[in-house]
């Protein structure tokens, strides 16, 4: 990859195709009591920027592995029950949600990252204020580009996305046939890794693929102790990155159906 953070720093879309933005913290392990009551200082706190409260009772019947929530899953035993707690804007754009391992906040109509860095360094410093002693064991950003261009056929991205990354589709037999084609590239940085996944996840598998959608999903992540400063210049060092890998694998013609502007 060539593009440097340095270089990013104004660039900004008018439009975009982020299906969802999500940051997220880890707990070394369950908070007590998180699950019967939240703090009334930390609620309150959380309103000034989530103005709709939305607990969840929750009953695990069972170990379940799924996606991003396998390890909260895991940390819970069979039988317990309690609430996860989530909290809305008034669009339901963005959501905030407080469980006993964890917290993230997830944007699905997604402006700038200063909005977002905003919002996560308000709830951490407030959450970490009411829930003194706590121990962040992992923190994580992650962007998921859904690109669907109407008219287009589904296997015709050469003039969007980078052509290197189309080489897949060469390997089959005949396009006709590809029910499903993924890459997934993971990079360690030594300091923060970052998981790449990109292709056509065809919703209508395992038919051939009719639809032309394409994804870049990006998530970095940091594992292991931080302190809530560490926590924020993590995700701050992971949004760089993602958007040098981002930018990287869309071409100029992409770049000018989102507007660019700086």
């Known amino acids: 990859m060539e593009t440097t953070v340095s270089e990013l720093d104004t660039i900004c879309y008018d439009k975009n195709y982020l299906k969802e933005v999500l940051v997220r913290v880890d707990f070394s392990g369950p908070i007590e009591g998180i699950e019967k009551k939240l703090s009334p200082s930390f609620e309150k706190q959380a309103l000034q920027r989530f103005q709709i409260a939305e607990p969840q009772a929750f009953v695990v019947s069972g170990l379940q592995v799924s996606g991003g929530e396998t390890k909260s899953l895991e940390m819970r035993a069979v039988g317990a029950q309690g609430t996860d707690w989530y909290f809305h804007d008034k669009n ?30 308000y709830i951490l410093s407030h959450f970490c204020e009411n ?37 897949i589709f060469d390997v089959a037999p005949g396009t006709e046939l590809i029910s499903r084609a993924l890459h997934i590239l993971e990079l360690n940085y030594g300091d923060q890794n970052l998981r790449f996944q990109y292709g056509m996840n065809n919703p209508d598998f395992p038919a051939p693929i009719r639809q032309n959608h394409f994804i870049l999903d990006l998530d970095a992540y940091v594992q292991g102790p931080q302190e809530p400063g560490e926590a924020l210049s993590n995700i701050a060092k992971g949004h760089g990155r993602i958007q040098c890998i981002f930018e990287d694998s869309i071409t100029s013609k992409l770049r000018e159906q989102m507007y660019v502007a700086k």
């Open 92 to 121: 339901h754009e963005k959501t905030l949600s407080v469980q006993q391992t964890c917290f993230w906040i997830r944007y699905t109509k997604y402006g700038k990252f200063e909005t977002l860095k905003g919002d996560f360094e």
């Open 131 to 167: 829930y003194k002693g706590v121990l962040l064991t992992r923190t994580g950003i992650r962007y998921i580009n859904f690109i669907s261009i109407p008219g287009k056929g589904p296997f015709d991205w050469k003039d969007l996305v980078n052509p290197k990354m189309l080489h």
